[in-house]
């Protein structure tokens, strides 16, 4: 390891809230889930189906069926760019260099700062017929990146213990994780996630997300008439693919009140709302007249851009309009059919 990739894990090591926010439990589920995000990009280009997450105390194994870490290429100096993605900074949104990368909590940390804040971490992975593994501590590589056997194999292993140096007081709550695996499941329609034995796997996406939400007692809905007189009618629903981005969409019930929105971009929860909110809030007021009880949307974009340090505010004026086209047409055709807002009878 060079000295600048040195001086970057001793920052990351002694100023890891800088990286993760804090030292809590939050800041420990932010490393775990920098292994699942790398597992669910596999998904999205479509070469993983699964992912499987086991928690036994702070030691965590993050397993997927998709195409390896790329251990078998090399960076410009030589050394094995999977090896050089875990001890160090890069630029590329993702090991692979493909498009788009997610982060399914507001921090997205990095595979260098998931090593440097793991006592121990072990990856194994299947590259294009040969079976790799490597070992490291702490953010250095104990082993070089070795090829332990070859054949017909598929997916990675992440096997790391959560450094108790670095958080002495913290380790992964297992309820909490797995409810923020089992929201991460409603992003991505089809992938299936083994959290601790249970099974989630959601393929209507954000129309099972939204009718788990009105069932739930805890949500926010209120209103007598909410969706109380909704049982004829189906959630709304709606998916687009285009070159730039993946989007989906849902609503349901009727509020003279404030809709309860559960917004999305790269699979964070965008707690701030930004321009996704403003296209669904735009479509919804001006072309259909409508206000539902609660509105769901998720973005999945190719370059996605945020305000503030965290991503809880997609600022993407410039999409703006693509959103309002790709949603207009299947909202619009919606609430004609079941005569709701500007569509309902007199």
């Known amino acids: 390891m060079d000295a600048s990739n040195l001086n970057d894990l001793e ?75 875990l001890t160090s900074f890069h630029d590329k949104n993702t090991a692979d260099d493909h498009v788009p990368h997610v982060h399914c909590l507001t921090i997205g940390c990095g595979l260098f700062c998931l090593n440097a804040l793991s006592e121990k971490l072990i990856v194994s992975s299947w590259r294009n017929g040969q079976f790799w593994r490597q070992e490291f501590s702490r953010g250095l590589a104990l082993t070089a990146a070795q090829v332990v056997t070859t054949g017909i194999g ?28 089992m929201s991460s499941a409603y992003l991505f329609p089809g992938l299936r996630f083994l959290y601790q034995e249970k099974e989630y796997c959601f393929v209507n996406g954000l129309k099972d997300l939204v009718s788990d939400h009105v069932a739930n007692p805890e949500s926010r809905i209120s209103g007598p008439d909410a969706t109380s007189n909704w049982s004829d009618r189906p959630v709304f629903y709606t998916q687009h693919e285009c070159d730039d981005f993946y989007l989906q969409a849902a609503a349901f019930g009727e509020t003279d009140q404030e809709t309860e929105w559960l917004m999305f971009a ?23 007249r409508w206000r539902p009880a609660v509105a769901a949307m998720s973005v999945t974009m190719m370059n996605p851009q945020f305000s503030g340090p965290t991503r809880t505010f997609l600022d993407v004026p410039q999409m703006k309009k693509a959103f309002v086209e790709a949603l207009s047409p299947d909202l619009r055709a919606y609430c004609e059919k079941y005569g709701i807002g500007r569509f309902a009878s007199n």
């Open 154 to 181: 598929r997916g990675t292993t992440v096997d790391f213990v959560i450094d108790s140096q670095i958080f002495p007081n913290s380790a992964p709550d297992v309820l909490r994780l797995g409810s923020q695996v």
């Open 266 to 288: 790269n699979g964070a929860q965008s707690f701030a709302g930004g321009t996704h909110l403003v296209a669904f809030r735009q479509v919804l007021s001006r072309r259909v």
């Open 11 to 85: 920052s990351i090591r002694t100023r890891a809230p800088r990286y993760i926010g804090d030292k809590s439990t939050r800041g420990v589920h932010i490393v775990v889930f920098e292994a699942i995000d790398n597992a669910i990009d596999q998904f999205l280009r479509k070469d993983a189906t699964r992912i499987v997450v086991s928690v036994d105390g702070k030691h965590v194994i993050v397993s997927d069926d998709g195409a390896g870490y790329p251990f078998d290429r090399l960076d410009n100096e030589g050394h094995s760019l999977g090896t050089t993605y």
